[in-house]
């Protein structure tokens, strides 16, 4: 068994998880007609954000594509970390053990603020990250 192996996994589970945020916050629509309302007050009320006008829908839509940003950084990053030399160690399990600090974080606001799917998908990704940082052993060699 080897660091690789548990890097790519959770690339893999980064990668579906922003993804499937992207289209999901894209697509989500409320059911019921307080929703639907709540959803086209913020389409419609304008209001000063620094030097333009925008709309709620506007800072909906730019968190959300700026989590997504950052769910496929997280991928890129551990599938980067997977391919690293014997060389880059250190710097593979340090980066590796912050990626899973962010993933411990996504697990609490997931349970917090989202629901169990999405924080299901952040404990898998953190057990895959702390497999990885675990055979990245302190002694300095590298286990790819």
Not at 36 to 45: G, I, Y
Request: glycine fraction near 6%; aromatic fraction near 12%; hydrophobic fraction near 55%.
């Amino acid at each position: 068994m080897r660091a690789k192996l548990p890097l790519r996994i959770s690339s893999a589970i980064l990668f579906l998880f922003a993804l499937g945020h992207t289209i999901g916050f894209q697509t989500f629509r409320p059911d019921s007609q307080q929703g639907l309302a709540v959803m086209e007050a913020m389409r419609s009320v304008p209001f000063a954000f620094g030097n333009t006008t925008v709309h709620w829908m506007d800072l909906y839509m730019a968190f959300g594509f700026a989590l997504s940003v950052s769910g496929f950084f997280s991928a890129i990053v551990a599938w980067r970390l997977s391919t690293a030399t014997v060389a880059e160690t250190s710097i593979v399990r340090t980066i590796t053990w912050l990626l899973c600090v962010t993933q411990v974080a996504s697990i609490v606001l997931s349970i917090r603020y989202l629901g169990i799917v999405q924080a299901v998908f952040s404990v898998v990704s953190t057990a895959a990250l702390v497999w990885s940082a675990v055979r990245l052993n302190a002694t300095g060699k590298a286990n790819f």
